[in-house]
């Protein structure tokens, strides 16, 4: 029986799980909630997750939501290889700390203020220059220091893709999404080229279009 992913588009932690998903080859059944309609917030998602958030994955009875534990779920379940956490428990320590970065610096601290100035606010209302100018810095700074981390490797961990890696893509195609749909942010053209080398061999990977947010395409 195959899992059952609920799964939202555009949603940057159900996006790293379905990337997860294909990469390690998880058979999956694929259910998408539609946010317009708040699919999250009816009786029969709510049964599953109380919380209404995607991820959501049932296998075989297990229901689990939280992104990073689903990611580590996958990886023991599928035991490999490719693995999420590949390596010396060194090597995957370092994986996790890259994600935990992500999170709490390029995401929370960086990329989160823009979305918020620029989409949360009501129609008309002016975006907190101070805040966006702030929260680019804090970008800038870190793109900087992941491109750093790529240390030359084609990968955040080496040749292979690994949970690091389908953590921090979605974080860079929102960045490069909104300052093309959102030129006053200033976000266009901020990637360091190493970063953006390695979102190329992300996005060229033969699963990835397949994971894609449809509406992202017009």
Known sequence: MPLVFHHGHGSP?????????EFLGVPYELKVL??????????????????????????????????????EYLDERAGGPPRLYPGTA?????????IREDEEY??????????DEFYRKPEGAA????????????????LDWFAGELGGRPFLAGEAPTAADFVLYPEIAYVKRIGGKKPATQLGGML????????GRIESLPFFDKTFPPHWRS
Do not use: C
Not at 13 to 21: D, E, F, G, I, Q
Not at 37 to 50: C, G, R, S, V
Not at 90 to 98: F, G, H, K, S, T
Not at 106 to 115: A, H, I, K, Q, S
């Open 13 to 21: 932690y159900s996006w790293r799980v379905w990337l997860a998903l």
């Open 34 to 71: 539609s946010f317009s309609a708040k699919d999250q917030m009816k009786p029969e998602f709510l049964a599953l997750n109380p919380r209404h958030h995607v991820p959501t994955i049932v296998d075989d009875g297990f229901v689990l939501w939280e992104s990073l534990a689903i990611l």
């Open 90 to 98: 060194r090597e995957r320590a370092r994986i996790r700390r890259l």
């Open 106 to 115: 390029l995401d929370r601290e960086g990329l989160t203020p823009v979305y």
């Open 127 to 142: 975006p907190d220059e101070a805040r966006v100018a702030e929260a680019r810095r804090r970008l800038a700074q870190e």
């Open 192 to 199: 360091p080229p190493a970063l953006a080398a390695w979102a």
